[in-house]
């Protein structure tokens, strides 16, 4: 008989079919129209019962099947008895078909980080900016992110009844990354995708110095960076902290997966170990191609003032 999928597929295929999940919870949230708000540490930092009920979900369906896995969610819940109709046990049998690159056969539960961003966009979420809402599960090994889970629970919300709502993309290091149409940016254009809700002085200042010929201010790291993979920016640049683990370890795994690149400011690759700080202080530096083109004109003062 067939050796049994390795950890990581089988990492993958359910945190595919969590994903699934988290999606329809964040839909059934707004639809009952009650998303009962709470302020973290400001107006631009919100937290809803959606990415409550959706990180609840996704970490106590991960951590059931796959108990010696660490989980690292964005919100501090408590971690109590789990409502059974929040579980999810599916995989995505199409992912096990794949086989796993050679050099992650043989990694061991204990091994793997995951992070979980239940609910990337939440402002926008709030706003009923749908489309820039994203779940991501990012799979880290080594300090690496290594496979990554985006779902768009809105994708497609525009297109009236009938459509097929939401999508789930998903990618491995070694097999690539599918779910969608990977397109490149339109060549000798320097589209600049960046922060919706959380601009300052230097934000403005790094992209000014790029001179670019359209900037796209949008929600959601997850969006982002789909927004590089399917062509529509050619660079992704926020300088400024602000930026968490949760929400760059999925979409670098899916960006590396296509051939892209993804690391702060200044250029180090982001680390995604257990022990590992949250905060991506240096900001984010993304691009599907031409990387080097933006990363040697970040201005240096940009750089000083950004400490890792």
């Not at 970490?59 to 108990?67: E, I, T, V």
């Not at 964005?74 to 008895?81: G, N």
């Not at 768009?152 to 789930?168: D, F, I, K, W």
Request: aromatic share 6%; hydrophobic share 40%.
């Amino acid at each position: 008989r067939m050796a049994s999928p390795a950890l990581l597929m089988r990492v993958v295929a359910s945190a595919y079919s969590v994903a699934e999940k988290a999606a329809t919870i964040v839909r059934n949230v707004m639809s009952a129209g009650d998303l009962g708000i709470v302020e973290k540490a400001g107006p631009n930092d919100l937290q809803t019962k959606a990415d409550r009920l959706a990180q609840m979900s996704i970490c106590a369906s991960l951590a059931r099947k796959f108990p010696k896995v660490t989980i690292i969610g964005e919100e501090d819940l408590p971690t109590d008895d789990v409502n059974e109709e929040l579980i999810e046990d599916g995989h995505c049998e199409e992912i096990l078909k794949n086989p796993c690159p050679a050099q992650y056969t043989r990694i061991k539960e204990e091994e793997l980080v995951i992070w979980v961003d239940p609910l990337d966009g939440t402002k926008e979420y709030t706003e009923g900016l749908l489309d820039h809402v994203t779940v991501l599960i990012g799979i880290a090994y080594g300090g690496k992110a290594i496979a990554g889970i985006i779902n768009q629970p809105y994708y497609n919300y525009e297109a009236g009844t009938g459509a097929v709502l939401g999508r789930t993309i998903w990618g491995v290091l070694g097999i690539g990354a599918f779910g969608f149409q990977l397109t490149e940016a339109p060549a000798g254009k320097h589209i600049i995708v960046t922060t919706r809700s959380h601009s300052s002085t230097l934000v403005n200042e790094c992209i000014s110095a790029l001179n670019p010929d359209t900037v796209i201010r949008v929600g959601g790291a997850g969006n982002k960076v789909i927004q590089l993979i399917e062509g529509k920016a050619s660079a992704y640049i926020f300088a400024s902290p602000g930026c968490k683990k949760w929400d760059t370890c999925a979409p670098e795994a899916i960006l590396h997966a296509v051939g892209g690149k993804i690391t702060d400011i200044r250029g180090n690759s982001f680390q995604y170990n257990k022990e590992v700080k949250h905060m991506n202080s240096a900001g984010v530096l993304a691009t599907l191609r031409n990387y080097e083109y933006y990363a040697s004109r970040i201005p240096n003062t940009v750089k000083e003032s950004l400490v890792p």
